[in-house]
């Protein structure tokens, strides 16, 4: 049996991998952060990993 515990930010945008343990989770799905989860309120970002460009 494989248990995950990472997989890609729900934000269709972003690239960042989250850890389940670390990421906002909101109707079901997993964030890196608010702002992701939030929908990018007037074009807020919040993760500023490198190679990430997500808005």
Not at 17 to 22: E, G, K, Q, R
Request: proline fraction near 4%.
């Amino acid at each position: 049996m494989t248990t995950v515990t990472q997989m890609k930010c729900a934000c269709s945008s972003c690239l960042c991998i989250v850890s389940l343990t670390d990421a906002v989770l909101k109707e079901g799905k997993y964030y890196c952060c608010d702002a992701c989860a939030n929908g990018h309120p007037e074009g807020s970002s919040c993760c500023g990993h490198p190679g990430c460009e997500c808005h």
